[in-house]
């Protein structure tokens, strides 16, 4: 650290949390305290340090990732069951490319798809998504360029917002022709849940403008020994010394000078955080942020949000063959889309015997109904004959919640989002993460990077 940033840290009039019950050892001091070590929070620690700056990195868990896991198996093979792949752009190349990454094309791991009714166990057609890639994306992508203020992922309405966009996802569809787009769209906006009567919006925040280039332009490119290995590599770039795993802020003061966080570790003892700025990148909710001094206007806004629950699991010893099965239901059209709770598909991962889900449903569902909902589905395909159903095995699981965070469309219209970016830079405290920006890899980081350039410390 340099000896002005370390002089100005120690002098700065921090908010009220004592420090005489902490022993010198246990007071850290920073410039930046980043609050979650998924794949946003991660990021920002590798760039607050590439940028000169020191941090420290508080995550709950005993690894950095978050949402990307990747199960290892003999033989060097490997199922990533969380975030598959990333953008293959700048973006992404030049982060892999500073963390020492090797990287790959992600590629389909088959050809094959076959269609069954999870809710029956029995085959079915294909929904009405009968357009390829390109052309259900060409078409998709001309509709919504009216929204280009949304292309960079980010919540940037106008302030007085269309009313399409707050409006059914399915009135959207009927309107531009698009029934033969809804299957590709669901499959990047299938977290949405119902995306037929969720709001336009949230759609388009899932897969918009950013995520069809993406996928037209470049496809997308994934870390060659799994997606462990990025945050592994970017914990050693981080310095282990500047994580604190298993550890959760317990009490949070800020002013305009800096901000005190004091965490509570697995092994029972406590630490106190001193920094000149504050980064959180969870989901902002009322209970995700308990112990901090929010003030009313905070409160306010953060006890709107709504959201799913969502899992991700990677399966084995089904007796499915190597294949991947996508959950179809002729009785919900356009699209014949699974609805609410609903595994996603049975995705073959070109592991033999492997095969990845995710699990989208409302805020009550918990882990142990998604295993079930897991077990009792591939039971309804063994009893309709569909498939020769073994003795199914969750070899991993992982809870991706909260998800797809939303509020009403009466808040929308009522200026949610500019009041929620309005609270970045307040009481030394700044954001990021997928309550602020579409829940993918790259946009965020490239969100992350304007959020950092915000706090004026370079």
């Given amino acids: 650290m340099r000896l002005s940033t370390f002089t100005a840290l120690a002098n700065l009039v921090l908010p009220s949390i004592a420090a005489g019950g902490f022993a010198e050892k246990d007071i850290v001091t920073r410039d930046v305290v980043v609050l979650g070590g998924g794949g946003t929070g991660t990021y920002a620690a590798v760039q607050l340090r590439a940028r000169g700056h020191s941090v420290a990195l508080v995550e709950k868990k005993a690894r950095l990732g978050g949402h990307a896991e990747t199960l290892y198996l003999p033989n060097d093979e490997y199922v990533n069951y969380g975030v598959e792949g990333y953008f293959n752009n700048d973006i992404t190349k030049d982060y892999f490319g500073k963390l020492n ?45 009216q929204f280009d203020y949304l292309s960079t992922g980010a919540y940037y309405l106008p302030n007085e917002i269309p009313e399409v966009l707050l409006q059914p996802f399915r009135d959207f569809v009927e309107d531009h022709g698009l029934q033969g787009a809804v299957d590709l769209i669901f499959t990047f906006a299938q977290s949405v849940g119902d995306i037929l009567d969720a709001p336009l919006l949230y759609v388009i925040q899932n897969f918009g403008i950013a995520h069809i280039d993406a996928l037209l332009s470049g496809g997308y490119i994934r870390p060659k020994n799994g997606t462990d290995e990025l945050f592994n590599k970017a914990a050693n770039y981080i310095d282990e010394l500047n994580i604190f795993y298993e550890s959760t802020p317990s009490q949070v003061k800020r002013d305009t000078n800096g901000v005190e966080v004091v965490i509570d570790k697995a092994d029972g003892t406590q630490q106190l955080i001193r920094a000149k700025k504050l980064l959180i990148t969870f989901p902002p909710t009322l209970s995700s942020l308990r112990g901090f001094d929010l003030r009313p206007e905070e409160s306010s806004l953060f006890a709107k949000w709504t959201h799913n629950n969502y899992y991700a699991a990677a399966i084995t010893n089904t007796g499915i063959p190597d294949v991947s099965v996508a959950n179809t239901n002729p009785r919900n059209n356009p699209g014949s889309l699974p ?11 070109g592991v033999p015997g492997y095969f990845t889900t995710k699990i989208i449903a409302d805020a009550n569902f918990t882990a142990e109904d998604a295993k079930e909902l897991i077990f009792s589905d591939l039971r309804r395909m063994g009893e309709a004959g569909t498939y020769d159903i073994k003795d199914p095995e969750i070899a991993a699981f992982a809870s991706h919640s909260p998800a797809s965070m939303m509020v009403s469309v009466d808040d929308i219209r009522d200026g949610f989002y500019k009041k929620l970016y309005a609270l970045q830079g307040q009481q030394s405290t700044y954001y990021t993460g997928y309550s602020f920006c579409t829940d993918y890899s790259t946009p965020l980081w490239n969100y992350t990077s304007s959020v950092l350039d915000m706090m004026g410390l370079d």
């Fill in 339 to 349: 609805l609410p709770p609903f595994q996603w598909e049975l995705w073959y991962t």
């Fill in 101 to 145: 990454v090797d990287y790959e094309a992600l590629l389909p791991s088959t050809i094959i798809t076959e269609h069954v009714d999870f809710t029956t166990g029995k085959k079915v057609l294909p929904g009405n998504g009968i357009l390829g890639t390109v052309v259900a994306a060409t078409l998709y992508r001309g509709a919504i360029e």
